[in-house]
């Protein structure tokens, strides 16, 4: 836990990253179509930086028109093209910067792990079965190191989601949970979260309000956990909050119909996001969507929909992995919808700023 004599220093610290970032040319000039393309974190086909879906995206990088880059398993080919991509779009970027996204929690998900070469990291069922937090942390180390070595400055975990249900097919089943009991859990992903600060990854909590109850998996389809969901999944979110040790999260696909009492799943309510997780839990980082093409959402949501209830709830970062019938111009038109629903009052500029501001903030923390 960071001690109460440090917390001042480390915000002090983050409102001079923050300063440095805003004053730099351009920053306050940015266009509002430029502020919504760095809401934008895309995935794209592709296995090297000279595939044309690499080359593609890094164009729309440089243009202003995506701010993150999320790469999933069919995008790993080698160490050398990985880093070959990530270079390209760090580049493509230059002084705006960019959120360059990996799912690097361990065992069962680990992209860099030994088929390419990387060091395979236990999940996170076997690391707290067999270790300490502080003797755990030498793991979670070696995940942002590796993370960071090969170009990505965002790792989209801890899971800190509760062993509610054993046999949970997203959860349980792959190990992906620390444990059932709240301060346990904390405990390790706070460890998780300090060695990736340490090492200028930037880890993303999963899955807001907490995944570890359901039955069924929300990459395929809606998951309702009203009935199985307990108030004490919220706990790891709250404690690490308030520790200062939750620099991103992510809202799950999941329905509760208590949470987010405006009938949609918690990762596009406003209840759910603004009301619980910044309004009663006062979370005030960063806050990126799941994929907003999983089953769960794109099955129920027409996409110009999603987008606006995404944004108004209080998301940041949109990840769009666009692999649903892969479209080259999607960050255009995914601009152009949101610009228009700005244009006719769906969505208002201060929404944008806001996330906008956020995002600047979170680069800081990671920049090269």
Same mark, same amino acid.
């Given at each position: ?72 398993? &069919? +995008? ?34 680990? !992209? ?5 070469? &990387? ?33 990505? %400055? ?10 509610? %249900?054993?046999? +949970? ?8 949970? &620390? ?10 992903? !706070? ?88 309004? !009663?839990? %006062? &979370? ?37 992995? %666009?692999?649903? !019938? ?26 944008? +700023?806001?996330?906008? +501001? ?11």
């Amino acid at each position: 836990m960071i001690s109460s004599k440090l917390r001042p220093m480390m915000t002090a610290a983050l409102v001079l990253a923050f300063a440095t970032v805003s004053s730099q040319p351009g920053f306050a000039e940015e266009k509002l179509e430029t502020k919504i393309g760095q809401m934008l974190m895309m995935g794209f086909q592709g296995t090297s930086s000279r595939s044309a879906g690499a080359k593609r995206l890094a164009s729309q990088i440089k243009r202003g028109q995506v701010g993150g880059v999320v790469m999933l398993g &069919y +995008n790993f080919k080698s160490q050398a093209s990985v880093k070959g991509m990530t270079s390209l779009f760090k580049r493509s970027a230059g002084g705006r910067g960019i959120l360059l996204a990996v799912d690097m929690e361990g065992g069962s998900v680990q !992209r860099l792990g030994r088929k390419l070469g &990387y060091k395979s990291v236990s999940s996170a069922g076997s690391v707290a079965k067999r270790m300490s937090p502080d003797a755990a942390k030498a793991g979670f180390l070696q995940l942002a190191k590796i993370s960071r070595s090969a170009g990505f %400055n965002m790792n989209l975990a801890p899971v800190v989601d509760l062993l509610i %249900n054993p046999k +949970n097919p997203v959860i349980g089943k792959w190990r992906r949970s &620390y444990g059932r009991d709240p301060e346990k859990v904390t405990k390790y992903a !706070r460890a998780f979260v300090q060695a990736h600060m340490e090492t200028k990854v930037l880890p993303v909590l999963k899955h807001f309000p907490g995944h570890g109850s359901s039955r069924s998996d929300s990459h395929d389809g809606f998951v309702d956990i009203s009935g199985s969901w307990q108030k004490q999944e919220l706990l790891p979110f709250k404690m690490l909050i308030e520790s200062g040790d939750a620099p991103a999260v992510m809202p799950g696909h999941l329905i509760h119909k208590g949470l987010a009492s405006d009938g949609v799943p918690v990762s596009i309510s406003k209840a759910a996001i603004t009301g619980v997780l910044r309004g !009663r839990l %006062n &979370y005030q980082g960063l806050v990126v969507s799941d994929d907003l093409q999983m089953g769960a959402i794109a099955k129920n949501f027409g996409y110009k929909k999603t987008l606006i209830l995404a944004i108004n709830a209080g998301v940041d970062m949109l990840m769009i992995s %666009n692999s649903r !019938r892969p479209d080259p111009n999607l960050p255009g038109k995914t601009i152009a919808i949101i610009m228009d629903a700005v244009k006719t009052g769906q969505i208002s500029p201060a929404t944008i +700023n806001a996330a906008y +501001n956020r995002i600047v903030a979170a680069k800081a923390k990671v920049a090269w």
